[in-house]
């Protein structure tokens, strides 16, 4: 059975602080996406990486696929409280449906 | 506007009354899916679907029935609803089919959630 861990599961922080969500796996996956979910809503893709030791930005986030491809990590630098919400990584394998991680709930505070 | 829309929105009921949440997409999507989401166990798939009157079983099937009789619509029944089936339920579609080379990108509803008494 595939897994996708993701840690931490929950994140409290101030306004401007920076922080990274990490998403790991023992399965090799030949994309991962992250989506983001505000309360009262569906998930929301934000970015899809494809290649081993890929790095894409959006904005202030900075996504990155492991070289193994078995992992990867958000990084949100100077976080507002817009950014608050549940972070969701999920992973696509060969033949398989999309593998949800249980996702990081991140609050940031003014 | 590309959507996926779910209704209802909020639904509570008892114990063995059987309901549908309707699920319809505007975006000629192959392939839909349901999953359920509880706290501290994430989104599960519960049914999916590849094409019209092509369906199959996810992760947490049992007390779950579904049909695609239309390319837009995917309706999730469920005949004699339990409390343990209370949870907030998403409707999902994508382009691209599981195991399809592609980004699999799944395009979510608003949810419904669904409290079982």
């Known amino acids: 059975t595939q897994l996708l861990e993701q840690s931490p599961q929950f994140l409290s922080i101030q306004e401007g602080e920076n922080l990274t969500v990490y998403c790991n796996s023992s399965?090799?996956?030949?994309?991962l996406q992250w989506y983001r979910q505000e309360p009262g809503e569906g998930p929301v893709l934000l970015v899809t990486v494809v290649t081993g030791g890929e790095v894409k930005k959006l904005k202030r986030l900075t996504f990155q696929f492991g070289d193994a491809r078995k992992d990867s990590s958000l990084h949100i630098t100077a976080a507002q409280p817009g950014d608050t919400g549940l972070y969701l990584c999920a992973g696509e394998a060969a033949g398989t449906a999309l593998i949800f991680g249980k996702g990081t709930t991140l609050s940031v505070s003014s | 506007e590309a959507q996926v829309t779910q209704n209802p929105r909020y639904l509570i009921t008892v114990t063995g009354k059987k309901l549908t949440v309707t699920c319809s997409q505007n975006m000629n999507h192959e392939y839909m899916s349901w999953y359920r989401q509880d706290p501290g166990l994430g989104l599960r798939q519960i049914y999916y679907?590849?094409?019209?009157?092509?369906?199959d079983k996810g992760d947490v099937p049992e007390g779950y029935k579904v049909s695609r009789k239309e390319k837009r619509n995917f309706p999730l029944i469920l005949e004699s609803p339990s409390p343990n089936q209370t949870s907030l339920y998403f409707c999902?579609?994508?382009?691209?089919?599981?195991?399809?080379?592609?980004?699999?990108?799944?395009?979510f509803g608003p949810g419904t959630r669904l409290t079982v008494l």
């Open positions: 679907s590849m094409n019209v009157e092509v369906t």
């Open positions: 399965s090799v996956f030949s994309s």
């Open positions: 999902a579609s994508s382009t691209i089919l599981p195991g399809e080379r592609g980004y699999n990108e799944q395009f």
